[in-house]
């Protein structure tokens, strides 16, 4: 293939998954229409099929950019504060420097929070999140064998990891301010951090 014809390809498909993002976010995955993306993008169903094999496979191209980095944007806020918690004194997440990566995410994403909330029990939204989400789970729980003290009866790693994910994608798909997201992000770390010190008796 071409230099030419590989730039043609490459904005073909960028087209494409800029149409899908507006129609995903706008209309739902079920409502999401293959020929309003098609059109809006400028190109035939065709040309759409040579990219994607199907509709979960455009929606997966649309999600997945945010859900490859927000995990780990989780994963670190829990782990600081589990650290903190159960090793050693310290301060709690610094916020605003969490902010500076959601920030950047939303800047690139804008409307794939929005997606994603409205589209959370998707499986590839599923995949993404529950893979992570037992990652940490199982972290919290290794902490919490660890950690000198005693457990609430009937508390769930697994509980808490899914609850601090769906309140990030909240915060994210429903504030566009900084200082909004910032002032929310502060109320759910602060929030995590008291039933973490709670059940881990610290």
């Known amino acids: 293939m ?3 014809a590989q730039t043609d390809s490459g904005e073909t498909k960028r087209d494409l998954v800029a149409s899908a993002t ?3 976010a706008e ?7 293959l020929r309003q993306i098609c059109s809006k993008a ?3 169903t065709g040309a759409l099929y040579f990219f994607f094999d199907s509709k ?3 929606f997966k191209s649309v999600v997945s950019p945010l859900m490859s980095e927000l995990p780990n944007v989780l994963a670190a806020w829990i782990e600081h504060d589990l650290s903190v918690i159960c ?5 709690p997440t610094d916020v605003e420097g969490l902010l500076d990566g959601l920030v950047e995410l939303l800047e690139r994403h804008p409307l794939v929070p929005k997606i994603v909330l409205s589209n959370r029990d998707h499986p590839v939204v599923k995949e993404y999140l529950d893979a992570r989400v037992a990652e940490i ?3 919290i729980a290794s902490r919490a064998d660890r950690k000198d003290g005693p457990a609430s009866d009937g508390f769930s790693p697994r509980l808490l990891a899914t609850m601090c994910a769906n309140a990030l994608i909240e ?20 929030f995590v951090r008291g039933g973490l010190e709670a059940t881990l008796g610290k």
């Open 87 to 91: 090793d050693c004194p310290g301060e």
């Open 137 to 139: 789970a199982a972290s």
């Open 27 to 33: 209309h739902g995955y079920e409502g999401a229409s």
């Open 42 to 44: 400028g190109v035939t």
């Open 2 to 4: 071409s230099r030419r």
């Open 22 to 24: 507006e129609e995903f």
């Open 171 to 190: 915060v994210l798909a429903n504030d566009d301010d900084p200082d909004v997201i910032a002032r929310h992000l502060a109320e759910v770390s602060a």
């Open 56 to 58: 979960e496979d455009l």
